[in-house]
């Protein structure tokens, strides 16, 4: 059972099970037409580290800084897919690519 470690935000914030992976597909633009949620494509998988009712946080390695308010779809684990944005990102390591990535559920 996860159990929660920030009680400041709009949504209470809890440790995901070890190892829980997340796909992510995304939008280059917000207008670009999307492909129905059943046509999912990820183009990149990562650790989930924090989840919440209202989005995730995410460790991901990008070719490229994802800005907020890029559209994606993620699932994460076993759950069904999502359409979600990009809230926020923090470069980890410039040299190897890697992001942590705030994830905002829209649905």
Not at 53 to 70: A, F, N, V, Y
Not at 80 to 102: F, I, Q
Request: overall charge positive.
């Amino acid at each position: 059972m996860s159990k929660h470690f920030a009680l400041d935000r709009a949504h209470v914030r809890f440790r995901p099970d070890p190892g829980t992976l997340a796909s992510v597909q995304f939008f280059k633009t917000p207008k670009q037409v999307r492909p129905e949620k059943s046509d999912f494509k990820p183009e990149y998988y990562g650790l989930v580290v924090n989840e919440a009712q209202g989005g995730c946080g995410l460790i991901l390695i990008l070719p490229e800084e994802m800005l907020p308010r890029t559209p994606c779809y993620v699932q994460l684990g076993k759950m069904g897919v999502l359409e979600a944005e990009v809230r926020w990102t923090l470069c980890l390591d410039a040299k190897d690519s890697l992001w942590k990535v705030g994830i905002k559920y829209l649905e």
